[in-house]
């Protein structure tokens, strides 16, 4: 497989987060996803957030979950919204103090992958993929549910040339021919569609087992010295949730100006997605026990596929819900 080994693309083992005293801070640096729409997007572009925690929050936008790791690792970002479970894997295997403090989305509608539409590659001859160009974001929940995909369907994902690429790059590539098939999220995955199909629905691959959300994840060093900076920023989110799901035609509009999307684009994406409240995170669908199963499954399955080097025994302690069980008033 032509690609660099995630322990290679993160590099996340041999870095160390910067020190800083436990002080008051004017600022803190929130990372998100553009052309990804979200309830919470409401609250950024009113400064809810702002004002709730009493700092100002700067959002920057990211290409990938493993980007948004590594701004981590530096001490760049504090939080990160919306990151996908993969690269919060990838970044906790390799040392990493990452903590995995609530769940952001559940999208399976909106994370896949598309043939162009003149390879004549369906699930039934997919072995056809074998020595072509595939383009995916690798490391992060897009290249897992490819690699499953293509487990499920018999492909030998050894023979297929995967390309790095973050999913605006992929819908370049998929429509000039430079690749075969391209993977990518959000926005970018409409976009794809128009130049193919997609190899196997979304209902199909969660039939054979495979999960798609995206998580908050906080550095361990920030959560330990501003937790009240961490519990507002959940809370808010999880109001801004709930006053989505009241009343989604008010605001449909905002964050889809937010996520620099059409309206229409943004409505795909919102109405296939389901953004867990305070109290299903906490239960055993998610937090309560099922994500930590799940993440051990990821782990175990990119060990297995030469993308880690190895799976940890154990994920409990990179997971945190102390501050989902203190969102109350």
Not at 15 to 28: G, N, R
Request: proline share 4%.
């Amino acid at each position: 497989m032509k690609h660099t080994n995630l322990l290679t693309l993160a590099a996340l083992a041999f870095v160390t987060l910067l020190a800083s005293p436990a002080s008051a801070l004017d600022k803190i640096t929130v990372a998100y996803f553009l052309e990804w729409p979200t309830p919470n997007l409401v609250a950024q572009a009113e400064k809810t957030y702002d004002e709730a925690l009493g700092v100002k929050v700067e959002w920057r936008a990211f290409g990938n979950g493993n980007e948004m790791s590594q701004a981590m690792a530096s001490g760049d970002v504090h939080i990160a919204y919306s990151q996908g479970l993969v690269p919060w894997v990838v970044a906790v295997s390799n040392g990493l103090p990452l903590r995995l403090v609530g769940i952001a989305a559940a999208y399976a509608e909106a994370d896949n992958c598309v043939v162009h539409a003149d390879a004549g590659i369906t699930q039934a001859n997919a072995a056809e993929l074998e020595g072509k160009r595939v383009a995916t974001p690798i490391g992060n929940v897009t290249h897992y549910k490819l690699l499953r995909t293509l487990e499920h369907l018999g492909v030998d994902a050894s023979k297929i040339d995967l390309v790095q690429m973050n999913p605006p790059d992929a819908v370049v590539a998929l429509a000039r021919g430079d690749v075969t098939m391209a993977c990518a999220f959000g926005g970018p995955l409409q976009r794809l569609k128009e130049f193919g199909s997609v190899l196997m629905t979304a209902a199909e691959q969660e039939a054979i087992g495979i999960r798609v959300f995206d998580v908050v994840s906080v550095t361990e060093q920030f959560a330990r010295d501003h937790p009240a900076l961490v519990r507002k920023f959940m809370q808010v989110t999880d109001q801004a949730n709930a006053t989505y799901a009241a009343a989604p035609d008010r605001f449909n509009e905002t964050i889809a100006v937010a996520a620099g999307m059409e309206l229409a684009a943004a409505l795909e994406f919102l109405e296939t997605s389901t953004f867990p409240s305070v109290e299903e995170q906490l239960s055993a669908a998610w937090l309560g026990s099922s994500v930590q199963a799940f993440i051990r499954e990821v782990a175990k399955f990119f060990a297995k596929h030469g993308q880690l080097d190895r799976a940890l025994d154990s994920y409990e302690f990179a997971i945190d819900t102390s501050f989902l069980k203190a969102t109350g008033p």
